[in-house]
């Protein structure tokens, strides 16, 4: 994704790779399709991927470490018990991870009849990248069924934390300009935030900013989804439930799709030389919850 000034107009060339690769929803309670395909790691150009695998890039030039995947001897022994409890899920990823200190959520949105599994496809000192699935019987750690070409197991959600060299250099973070935008570009989301309202070459986009934290949704005109009634949900969450303090930037990106009935969140923000990046195609809320549960 690049950088734009949000009073620039927008390129007509990204707008419309924002119109073909938006990741939809006229209801802000839809959930993702069983079998999502879990997103590329982080350090890519654009937020939302196009054929999209669970392999970090390890390519990308602005990440220090190389990489490690599931399954070799790099993340321990290919056998681990089967685990029913969430903790214990978390607890056993962390206990693989190679990178000191190492953070991850902590809370998920399982239906009852689920069971969180997991799999490390980036390991390092330097880099670590998750996926997590819901699953319908407990499963160990990086359990071949999860991820086989057949495997009708939902992806959840992925977890990725890279060390840069120079953060500031990615894509990741958009400028953004929320000073004295015009009455007419207002939105009130409630609790003293503000809201600037901008459409382009078929979208719409709603930004606001809480602390270091940009938030945006984006959706297609034609669909008429009703942006400023998910922000409100969303600044009403986070009156009582606080994100991680980046040191720099925040930043929450939520794409609809043409059709509205699926969206792609991406959470990332900057904490010194590391980024951190959860992404999901559960409802915004969710997404918030897991990221509000890293520690």
Not at 95 to 114: C, H, I, N, Q, Y
Not at 128 to 156: C, E, Q, R
Not at 177 to 187: I, R, S
Request: glycine fraction near 8%.
């Amino acid at each position: 994704m690049k950088k734009h000034t949000l009073w620039m107009t927008i390129p007509v060339t990204t707008a419309v790779l924002l119109a073909l690769a938006g990741c939809g929803g006229t209801n802000s309670n839809q959930t993702s399709a069983a079998g999502s395909t879990p997103p590329a790691a982080a350090g890519d150009s654009t937020q939302a991927e196009k054929g999209n695998t669970a392999a970090s890039d390890s390519g990308d030039s602005g990440a220090s470490g190389s990489t490690e995947t599931a399954g070799s001897n790099s993340n321990g022994s290919n056998s681990h018990p089967e685990l029913s409890d969430v903790n214990d899920v978390v607890k056993s990823v962390r206990s693989e991870l190679k990178m000191s200190g190492a953070v991850l959520p902590t809370s998920f949105p399982l239906p009852k009849d689920r069971y969180l599994g997991a799999v490390i496809t980036t390991n390092t000192s330097d880099a670590f990248l998750v996926n997590f699935y819901k699953a319908s019987k407990p499963a160990g750690l990086n359990d071949p069924s999860l991820t086989k070409s057949n495997s009708k197991v939902p992806w959840l959600a992925s977890y990725e934390v890279k060390t840069y060299s120079n953060p500031n250099q990615t894509d990741i973070f958009p400028e953004t300009n929320l000073d004295n935008f015009p009455e007419d570009m207002t939105v009130d989301l409630g609790h003293g935030i503000k809201g600037m309202v901008e459409g382009a070459a078929g979208s719409q986009y709603l930004t606001w900013q809480e602390g270091r934290w940009t938030m945006q949704i984006r959706s297609v005109s034609e669909d008429q989804m009703n942006n400023p009634g998910i922000a409100k949900k969303m600044v009403d969450y986070l009156e009582t439930h606080m994100l991680p303090a980046p040191k720099d930037k925040g930043y929450v990106n939520v794409e609809y799709a043409s059709g509205g009935k699926t969206v792609r969140v991406t959470i990332s923000w900057q904490d010194g030389k590391q980024i951190h990046q959860l992404k999901t195609e559960q409802v915004p809320l969710d997404a918030l919850q897991m990221v509000v549960s890293v520690k």
